[in-house]
């Protein structure tokens, strides 16, 4: 199996790689180390675990929303919620019922990570 060397939020990996699946690794990583800078450039989070918990679930609520989404002509236009904090709402300003069931995950996450520092 070939081995890839990858590089995500300045630290280096050295990965397996499927024969012919170079191409689709690569943009993993870049997927994952862009959803990790931008949580760290926020600067909410300083603990690397920690970005990188709360960069899987975005990526893996991404990923569950678009294999629920219906087909695009009934899609509402405003049914998109922002996963990484920079959704513009002002405190006290109330839920969508999506953004209740990120801020729910992310207090459970908290919990259980225990007392070294919140992820947002």
């Not at 060397?5 to 180390?33: F, H, K, M, R, W």
Request: charged fraction near 25%; include cysteine; aromatic fraction near 2%.
């Amino acid at each position: 199996m070939k081995q890839i060397e990858a590089t995500i939020l300045g630290q280096s990996y050295v990965l397996a790689c499927p024969p012919g699946g170079e191409a689709l690794l690569l943009e993993a990583i870049n997927i994952v180390d862009r959803e990790m800078s931008a949580i760290r450039d926020a600067g909410k989070v300083k603990a690397r675990e920690r970005m990188a918990v709360l960069a899987a679930l975005n990526l893996a609520y991404q990923r569950a929303e678009q294999s629920r989404a219906p087909a695009p002509a009934q899609v509402p236009a405003a049914r998109a919620v922002p996963l990484n904090g920079r959704d513009g709402r002002e405190p006290g300003d109330a839920l969508a019922p999506a953004d209740a069931d990120i801020d729910s995950l992310i207090r459970r996450i908290d919990a259980a990570l225990g007392d070294d520092g919140l992820l947002l």
